[in-house]
């Protein structure tokens, strides 16, 4: 037959073994919280570091393709200006002022749309990994509902 002081020693010991256990759980899962953090931040790193990258190289691409047709319009318009010197009548050189200035405007339309796309894919390459990690913290928020 138990006592009540069996009973009361009882009841502290089952009291402290559910309190070492809570306690337990409680410390177990903020450490699984911290390393969960800790990997969400390492992957937003990642992303940031992919972005700058992309965008870089993005850069690079627009700074050549601009290099490239400021060289090829100088050339372009050297030869222009040669050709316009040789000009026998004042009705040749407005012909050939009028087809120099068309095929000049023809090729800035044609850099311009071409600009225009690499710049739109730099901008997704450049936003890609970003918009990943947010939709990734954004599923994993929702899953703690």
Same mark, same amino acid.
């Given at each position: 037959?138990e006592?009540?002081? *069996?009973?009361?020693k009882?009841?502290?010991e089952?009291?402290s073994l559910?309190?070492?256990q809570a306690?337990?759980d409680?410390? +177990? /899962?903020t450490?699984?919280? #911290?390393?969960?953090?800790?990997?969400?931040? =390492?992957g937003n790193v990642e992303?940031?570091v992919?972005?700058?990258?992309a965008?870089t190289k993005?850069?690079? $691409?627009?700074?050549?393709?601009?290099?490239?047709?400021a /060289? =090829?319009?100088?050339?372009?318009?050297? $030869?222009?200006?040669k050709?316009?010197?040789?000009?026998?009548?004042?009705? +040749?050189?407005? +012909?050939?002022? @009028? !087809?120099?200035? =068309?095929? @000049?405007?023809?090729?800035y339309v044609? +850099?311009m749309?071409q #600009?225009?796309?690499?710049l739109?894919? @730099?901008?997704k *390459? $450049?936003? =890609?990994?970003i918009?990943? !990690?947010? $939709?990734?913290?954004v599923?994993k928020f929702?899953?703690? !509902?």
């Open positions: 037959m006592t009540g002081e *069996d009973t009361i009882n009841t502290v089952r009291m559910a309190g070492n306690f337990k409680s410390i +177990e /899962k450490l699984g919280a #911290l390393n969960e953090v800790n990997s969400l931040s =390492k992303a940031v992919e972005s700058l990258t965008a993005g850069a690079e $691409t627009i700074g050549a393709q601009t290099v490239a047709f /060289k =090829k319009n100088w050339e372009e318009a050297l $030869t222009a200006g050709t316009l010197q040789g000009a026998k009548s004042v009705q +040749e050189v407005i +012909e050939l002022q @009028s !087809r120099y200035a =068309k095929s @000049s405007m023809e090729a044609a +850099e749309n #600009l225009t796309e690499t739109s894919t @730099s901008f *390459d $450049t936003f =890609k990994p918009n990943a !990690r947010v $939709t990734a913290a599923e929702q899953s703690y !509902r």
